[in-house]
């Protein structure tokens, strides 16, 4: 990826990792010359050179989207800052920079997509059709970030040479050194392996700070696919420069329509930067094992049979304590009776979604079924389960077999699903499936898509199986409220749970 400056309108040029067609420009015609004429028997003078006029600007051909962009210019009447619920960063977007935050970090993931992240310092902005962003700008005040060869380029200023260090953590971290500088702990030199790194990270000669002044800046970020998700959780939200409010509904109307438009219900957002999901099923169990005839699923419980439990942590003398049976040394499960209250929500803003806490878990297989309990668990079917293999870094979600990349283990405290309401369903099931994770500070870094009609149904079992002494449990904030609340319905809740564990035979 390259950018070029073009003195007569603030210019950047993506040149990408595939071959895609070059966005032309029509040629200017140029403007006609005369010459002066002077009256026969008239003293002459000699003329003064005309000035030429003006060259009047190119003219572009608008974006398609068919394929990768190729080059970024014009001026953008942008919305307001958003938050994931409305929309998603794609190739560009804005994010401000508040003193407030001490510190802040730059995320992006999957590594399969992201080739190239650019940090581009722009003129900091109120917009909401207050002004015009143009400010198409990343070659005099920038840091790029190239992950696959943990390079790093960086621009303080348009008077500064450029300096080239590396980095090989999974996120731009940087911390506030004073009022609107900002530090990024760069490496003087590229680790060859991970023994080299670890030896690194003991000598603070090793490090070179990169000090960054952002005072009265935002942050322009672009990277070079529209699959690679970025994120910087903060005070505030993004603004993405492709929205559907600055892009052609000819265009608009054929990328995909998945998120639920609170403000309008049976509307939904359009977002050029969700992959389409695959109508497939996955029918690999990395988990067969669970099956076998020298498995034993025991009726036994751990803990309370029956009891009501949206939270079920315990209070004690020393604060909030998990269970003990949390700890079980075997396979163990957690089975929680799903269901929709019939609430009235007509008119009303609401949510379907279903939160858990996780700690010191190798995997973790999401069960979904009308099954009551672990008995009839030979019967279990590979495209009605979601496997997140926590330590191994990847997930198998219901509608394949292709494994997907998870962030760092510290990054996978919680998870979420969200059931997004089908507009064509006339129903209470649907089964397209929102999967955010990578938790920062209560901020969902990461949103993957899946379908499931099992996960979809207004109500059914959901068994939370669980490798040995693994911590988790649900969370989950039930369609019951204060008649004066504004926190947003979430008509999924819990009826039941209960707590089994399974072992093999001796």
């Known amino acids: 990826m390259k950018t070029a400056h073009k003195s007569s309108g603030k210019l950047i040029f993506l040149f990408l990792l595939v071959s895609v067609p070059w966005i032309s420009a029509d040629e200017p015609t140029p403007a006609p010359t005369t010459e002066p004429t002077v009256p026969a028997g008239e003293e002459t003078t000699t003329a003064m050179p005309q000035q030429a006029p003006p060259r009047p600007p190119d003219k572009l051909e608008p974006y398609n989207f068919d394929g990768p962009l190729t080059e970024m210019r014009g001026s953008y009447t942008l919305p307001t800052m958003m938050n994931f619920d409305k929309g998603r960063p794609g190739w560009a977007s804005v994010w401000s920079v508040n003193i407030a935050e001490k510190n802040f970090g730059v995320y992006f993931w999957p590594p399969k997509y992201c080739h190239a992240i650019y940090l581009c310092a722009v003129t900091s902005k109120s917009y909401g059709n207050l002004n015009q962003f143009d400010e198409f700008d990343c070659d ?261 077999n292709e494994p997907v990349p998870l962030p760092d283990v510290h990054l996978m405290s919680k998870i979420k699903f969200t059931i997004l309401k089908d507009a064509a369903s006339v129903h209470d099931d649907h089964e397209l499936i929102e999967f955010s994770f990578g938790n920062v500070n209560d901020n969902y870094l990461f949103h993957h898509f899946f379908r499931s009609k099992s996960f979809g149904k207004k109500t059914f079992k959901l068994h939370m199986i669980r490798s040995p002494r693994c911590e988790s449990n649900i969370v989950i904030n039930g369609g019951f409220k204060e008649a004066e609340t504004t926190e947003i319905i979430n008509l999924k809740d819990v009826k039941s749970c209960s707590y089994t564990y399974s072992k093999e035979k001796k």
């Open 140 to 400: 005099n005040n920038f840091l790029k970030y190239y992950p696959h060869i943990q390079q790093i380029k960086f621009k303080k200023d348009a008077t500064s040479e450029v300096v080239e260090k590396f980095y090989v953590e999974s996120a731009l971290q940087f911390q506030q050194k004073a009022d609107s500088v900002y530090t990024l702990k760069a490496l003087k030199a590229n680790p060859v392996s991970h023994t080299e790194w670890i030896e690194m990270l003991k000598k603070p000669e090793s490090f070179e700070n990169l000090d960054w002044n952002l005072k009265e800046k935002d942050l322009l970020i672009l990277t070079n696919s529209r699959m690679c998700e970025v994120n910087k959780p903060g005070l505030h939200g993004f603004i993405p420069i492709f929205h559907e409010s600055s892009v052609r509904s000819e265009i608009t109307k054929n990328w995909p329509q998945w998120l639920p438009n609170q403000e309008k219900p049976g509307e939904f957002y359009p977002t050029v930067t969700i992959a389409a999901t695959g109508r497939s099923k996955k029918d690999v169990d990395l988990l067969d094992y669970l099956k076998g005839d020298n498995m034993i699923h025991s009726q036994t419980t751990l803990g309370n049979a029956n009891q009501h439990c949206s939270n079920y942590e315990k209070v004690s003398v020393f604060g909030t304590r998990k269970p003990v049976y949390e700890h079980s040394p075997f396979v163990s499960t957690a089975t929680y009776e799903i269901f929709q209250p019939n609430l009235n929500v007509a008119g009303q803003v609401y949510t379907m979604e279903l939160e858990f806490e996780m700690n010191n878990c190798q995997w973790i297989r999401f069960w979904a079924t009308d099954q009551h309990d672990m008995s009839q668990y030979k019967e279990m079917k590979p495209e009605d389960t979601m496997d997140l293999f926590i330590q191994e870094g990847f997930y198998l979600p219901p509608d394949s």
